[in-house]
């Protein structure tokens, strides 16, 4: 099962009504329309989902959304378990009569967001609907015992999440610590029945077996520092940081990084935030030396509240206008680091 249009909201999927025409339309046709069924029936579509999944034969794999099972078939070939959950009482009962019987494969008749992680080690692959894929990539991104990802989403949502369209979303960047988020491929709409509106792809999230950013509370003071950039309250990347950590940190940082002081901060790879987490962790809301322009608009009588030379009203307190560097001194832009291509189709 893949591409949504919305989330079920107020009734659920039949459960042994009869199948009567209501204003042209099946209880079928009407369950598809609430659960967001479009079936990926194309076998070699569903043998790149597996390989991109690139399962532990020895392991546990939980899938989302089975649909008529042609995937769960597939991920039962090269795991060792398959739990998969499937919220259409009609079609948990299919699957349990067709695949249930199998000692590898268990069918739960449940909506998987009120699922519970697997205590142990465990891979999820899902053709997800559109309208829940934010919510299941959000329990993927918070089971402590996940391993990886493999999720067909709209093509939209899997571009703007991998950085494939060479901008980087929050998400990303904040999690990017512990996981790598990578397009794999597009699919085709014409390879789903009914055809949905828009075409879909293959993303992949991969826990990383060291996080970047190791101690969990470093990575909250990271995750800090994300938000504050993408608020973007000093108008810029550069200037928003400024506003918090001392200038001459983040000029360093911004050098180190190779960020440009202008760069949008969609534009900033993940990898150069990480650079520059690790050269302004620690410095944050410490006095910053003042620049000359400071010094020219406050004066500099150092005299008991006034701001001195040191352009700050106290310790630990940032300047407000921390956001305004030397004129004249904005450097070029220079180049981007590398983005990651498109998959092929």
Not at 86 to 108: N, S
Not at 213 to 233: H, Q
Request: with cysteine; charged share 30%; aromatic share 6%.
């Amino acid at each position: 099962m893949a591409p949504a249009q919305d989330r079920p909201r107020g009734r659920g999927p039949s459960s042994g009504r009869p199948e009567r025409p209501v204003g042209g339309r099946t209880q079928r046709d009407r369950d598809r329309r609430v659960l967001g069924q479009n079936f990926l029936r194309d076998t070699a579509t569903i043998r790149r989902i597996a390989d991109a999944a690139d399962l532990d034969p020895h392991g546990l794999v939980v899938e989302a959304g089975p649909g008529e099972g042609l995937l769960t078939r597939e991920l039962a070939r090269r795991a060792a378990r398959v739990r998969t959950y499937e919220l259409d009482a009609r079609l948990a009962a299919r699957l349990t009569a067709d695949l249930g019987k199998a000692p590898d494969i268990e069918v739960v008749h449940a909506d998987f967001l009120t699922a519970a992680p697997p205590d142990e080690p465990f891979q999820f692959v899902g053709a997800i609907p559109y309208g829940i894929t934010s919510a299941i990539v959000d329990w993927c991104l918070t089971a402590p015992t996940l391993t990886s990802a493999t999720l067909v989403t709209q093509q939209e949502f899997a571009r703007k999440r991998t950085g494939d369209y060479g901008r980087w979303t929050a998400l990303t960047v904040t999690t990017w610590p512990t996981f790598e988020w990578r397009y794999v491929a597009k699919v085709d709409r014409s390879l789903f029945t009914p055809v949905p509106r828009v075409h879909s792809a293959i993303m992949r999230l991969q826990r990383r077996p060291e996080p970047l950013v190791a101690d969990p509370e470093a990575r909250s003071r990271y995750a800090d520092m994300v938000e504050i950039g993408f608020i973007g309250k000093g108008g810029s990347l550069y200037r928003s940081l400024a506003r918090e950590w001392p200038r001459q940190k983040v000029d360093s940082a911004f050098a180190r990084a190779d960020v440009a002081h202008d760069e949008i901060v969609a534009f900033v790879h993940p990898d150069q935030w990480i650079t520059l987490f690790r050269h302004l962790d620690g410095f944050r809301g410490r006095p910053r030396r003042a620049t000359d322009d400071d010094r020219g608009r406050r004066g500099s009588s150092g005299r008991p509240g006034h701001r001195d030379g040191r352009g700050s009203t106290g310790a630990g307190r940032p300047d407000p206008a921390g956001g305004r560097g030397r004129r004249g001194s904005r450097p070029g832009r220079p180049g981007r680091p590398g983005r990651p291509g498109r998959g092929s189709a």
